[in-house]
T-cell receptor, first 115, second 112 residues
Framework: NAGVMQNPRHLVRRRGQEARLRCSPMKGHSHVYWYRQLPEEGLKFMVYLQKENIIDESGMPKERFSAEFPKEGPSILRIQQVVRGDSAAYFC?????????????FGPGTRLLVL | GENVEQHPSTLSVQEGDSAVIKCTYSDSASNYFPWYKQELGKRPQLIIDIRSNVGEKKDQRIAVTLNKTAKHFSLHITETQPEDSAVYFCAALNTGFQKLVFGTGTRLLVSP
């Protein structure tokens, strides 16, 4: 059973460009979470999605950031007009159901560098 | 909202010693407490978790204890090995909100 997959693993963008990060949850998992990790810091919750629904986006900046989890295909975190402060590791996690029964398992992350 | 504090930020031990990492949380409604190990450049890996209806849980060399009254939980690693060296994160979750709130991490270094 493949784990949570994320691509790309590394992404370099210039200021003002768009970044698109993809996450494929583990097979059988219908809950997806995105977290951001700044260098030398802990992970911060951004958004929680189920298929075709955003359940909780309380951790996501109001501007330039959006997320989706379509009926078919991976979940996508989109950052428009990137700025240097967006440089971070973005981790996706998935669970088969809501916690505590549904433990969250993390993908390998996408490391975004904004030049 | 929930706030999780973690101590110490760094911990150096000799191989074979025990290591203890402590966390406190603020939201008494939190009821799920996982611990993740993160090696440099890698994903956070779940190593153990505990639910609020349990006071202690053990898995080989790793144990976690929870004191709901004091809102403390701790990770205990016995007989440490160099491969235990990593950053360890505690987290708390209120199942009403489904988002993990992480501590700031503890960098554990186990010297041979």
């Amino acid at each position: 059973n493949a784990g949570v997959m994320q691509n790309p693993r590394h992404l370099v963008r210039r200021r003002g460009q768009e970044a698109r990060l993809r996450c494929s949850p583990m097979k059988g998992h219908s809950h997806v979470y995105w977290y951001r990790q700044l260098p030398e810091e802990g992970l911060k919750f951004m958004v929680y999605l189920q298929k075709e629904n955003i359940i909780d986006e309380s951790g996501m900046p109001k501007e330039r950031f959006s997320a989706e989890f379509p009926k078919e295909g991976p979940s996508i975190l989109r950052i428009q007009q990137v700025v240097r402060g967006d440089s971070a590791a973005y981790f996706c996690a998935s669970s088969p159901r809501q916690a505590p029964e549904g433990t969250q398992y993390f993908g390998p992350g996408t490391r975004l560098l904004v030049l | 909202g929930e706030n999780v504090e973690q101590h110490p930020s760094t911990l150096s031990v000799q191989e074979g010693d025990s290591a203890v990492i402590k966390c406190t949380y603020s939201d008494s409604a939190s009821n799920y407490f996982p611990w993740y190990k993160q090696e440099l450049g890698k994903r956070p890996q779940l190593i153990i978790d505990i639910r609020s209806n349990v006071g202690e849980k053990k898995d080989q060399r790793i144990a976690v204890t929870l004191n709901k009254t004091a809102k403390h939980f701790s990770l205990h690693i016995t007989e440490t090995q160099p491969e235990d060296s990593a950053v360890y994160f505690c987290a708390a979750l209120n199942t009403g909100f489904q988002k993990l709130v992480f501590g700031t991490g503890t960098r554990l270094l186990v010297s041979p």
